[in-house]
């Protein structure tokens, strides 16, 4: 199994920024793709960003391009989402996910890509 937990949620006004932490214990692979999806209320789960371990192959949804970025520490088995110029518009539940295996690209976006769920951590955007 593998445990996923998450840091780093909280509230700033728009125009801040906020870096999400992503720890990966257990049984994970080398190999799996680790992601950040976000929720917000009465909306479905989107992918935000996306990054292959093994080679860094990167994944970022439209609407955070440019203003997100996604990291990993191959050493300390955690990825990042530095997040710039939040907007209102990015306030959600913030969740870390992780593949058991090793995913191709054009599926990175996708949930049911990913096998292991973090509880997910809140951030809130003011205007």
């Known amino acids: 199994q593998v445990q996923l937990v ?16 992503c720890a990966s214990s257990g049984r994970t692979s080398t190999k799996s793709t680790m992601a950040w999806f976000r929720q917000a209320p009465g909306k479905e789960r989107e992918c935000v960003a996306a990054i292959r371990r093994r080679d860094g192959i990167t994944y970022y949804a439209d609407t955070v391009k440019g203003r997100f970025t996604v990291s990993r520490d191959r050493v300390k088995n955690t990825i990042y989402l530095q997040m710039n110029s939040l907007k209102p518009e990015d306030t959600a539940i913030y969740y870390c996910a992780e593949s058991a295996g090793s995913p191709i690209v054009s599926s990175l976006g996708y949930a049911a890509t990913y096998d292991y769920w973090g509880q997910g951590t809140q951030v809130t955007i003011s205007s």
């Open 6 to 21: 998450e840091s780093g949620g909280g509230l700033v006004q728009a125009g801040s920024s906020l870096r999400l932490s």
